[in-house]
């Protein structure tokens, strides 16, 4: 199989919104601009494409980091996811930060990479799925490795586009209390989940 094509699959596979980045994309993309939901998922594939490299060039220094520190990521994960989630929740619907609107996508794009980046379910998921499914690409070769990030990039776009296109074609039909009950879940969902992973990060701890 061709580089691009397992690129094009493992990046529709891996951008399947099940966790905490899937809900803050879909609420962004009911509640908030258009471009708010598309940076927000720009943040989400960029650190999908470096678990990527990893995973091409087989990143010793970097796997064995992830490794040794799973403990500090579990840690700095789920109180981020946790923050988030306590901030979604008590958000007021259509609010903005005054003086701060112009920075509104790059703060999107950034909550999402650093919680992709540092959510111990997707540290540990992406790993086994490039392992599963393979790149088709040697350490050696650049050109391939070009082909498969593309092709994960692209894959990636079109998982994350349906899903911003849906729920952003849902929201002509929500009224603003509908707004405000949209940000409870995801403030629920999201809190949720960084508490589940503190919790077990406590229990293995006292294990």
Request: charged share 10%.
């Amino acid at each position: 199989m061709y580089p691009i094509i397992q690129g094009f699959l493992i990046g529709l596979l891996i951008s399947v919104p099940t966790g905490p980045v899937g809900f803050l994309c879909v609420r962004r993309s009911l509640v908030a601009k258009y471009r708010s939901a598309v940076f927000s998922a720009l943040g989400s594939i960029t650190a999908d494409i470096i678990f990527g490299l990893i995973a091409i060039f087989s990143i010793t220094s970097v796997s064995h980091f992830f490794i040794h520190e799973q403990n500090t990521i579990r840690l700095f994960g789920g109180l981020l996811l946790l923050y988030v989630g306590i901030k979604t929740f008590f958000n007021t619907p259509l609010a903005t930060i005054p003086g701060l609107e112009k920075y509104e996508e790059l703060g999107h794009f950034t909550s999402t990479f650093v919680l992709t980046m540092t959510n111990p379910v997707q540290v540990i998921t992406l790993p086994v799925v490039f392992a599963a499914i393979g790149t088709g690409v040697a350490s050696n070769d650049y050109l391939g490795a070009l082909q498969f990030l593309g092709g994960l990039f692209v894959g990636a776009c079109v998982t994350w586009l349906l899903l911003i296109g849906f729920a952003s074609s849902m929201r002509r039909y929500l009224k603003e209390h509908h707004m405000g009950l949209i940000n409870k879940i995801a403030g629920i969902l999201v809190s949720a989940t960084g508490l589940f992973v503190l919790v077990s990060l406590i229990a293995n701890h006292y294990r």
